[in-house]
Nanobody
């Protein structure tokens, strides 16, 4: 069992930057692959990025490649999502998720543990 708590969301202008974090507690953090998903009003939850247990491998949805960076610090039990060049369409509730095993899964049901989410709103 692992508990996840996100923080760092907020309001930012288009073109700006924001970083969100997710702190894990419970089982050993380094045994979990981590991911960020997002969900906008009226839309399905969408995969954003994932990172392997050791942090060496990452995956991104095409729409954020080159703008977002996922990273993790296993000593701090924390995964980060640095978001640059934010667009209006990045507005969503951002969720942190964890799964045992490989990081290459992009479907929400592949992840067993979820945080409560942190709101990111991009304004024009």
């Amino acid at each position: 069992q692992v508990q996840l708590v996100e923080s760092g969301g907020g309001l930012v202008q288009a073109g700006g930057s924001l970083s969100v974090s997710c702190v894990a507690s419970g089982r050993i953090f380094s045994t979990y692959s981590m991911a960020w998903f997002r969900q906008a009003p009226g839309k399905e939850r969408e995969f954003v990025a994932s990172i392997s247990r050791g942090g060496l491998n990452t995956l991104y949805v095409d729409s954020v490649k080159g703008r977002f960076t996922i990273s993790r610090d296993n000593a701090k039990n924390t995964v980060y999502l640095q978001m640059n060049s934010l667009k209006l369409e990045d507005t969503a509730l951002y969720y942190c998720a964890a799964r045992s095993g490989t990081y290459s899964f992009k479907i929400p049901t592949d992840y067993a543990y979820w945080g409560q989410g942190t709101q990111v709103t991009v304004s024009s």
